[in-house]
């Protein structure tokens, strides 16, 4: 799983790096809450990994909040492995 992080680009500027999330993970804390019906569409529609950013369309039209995702991220929801 990899987290949102800020990064420096070579001339300096701060940069945000995309967030991309473990997809077992994610089924896994679905169904820790108990919405098994998504966590099977993610299962099924996703490879291994779940850029936020270019799969946001695809995490909206099953009912998921990119910023609700991050947050649960931040708190701890899916564990603390972090990578840049």
């Known amino acids: 799983m990899t987290r949102t992080t800020l990064a420096t680009t070579p001339d300096g500027r701060w940069t945000e790096e995309p967030v991309k999330l473990d ?31 270019r799969d946001g369309d695809a995490l909206a039209e099953m009912g998921l909040d990119r910023t609700q995702l991050m947050a649960k991220l931040a708190g701890g929801s899916f564990g603390t492995t972090l990578s840049p």
């Open 23 to 53: 997809k077992q993970e994610l089924v896994r804390m679905l169904r820790t809450e108990g919405d098994n019906d998504t966590a099977d569409r993610v299962d099924g529609r996703f490879g291994d990994q779940v850029d936020t950013d």
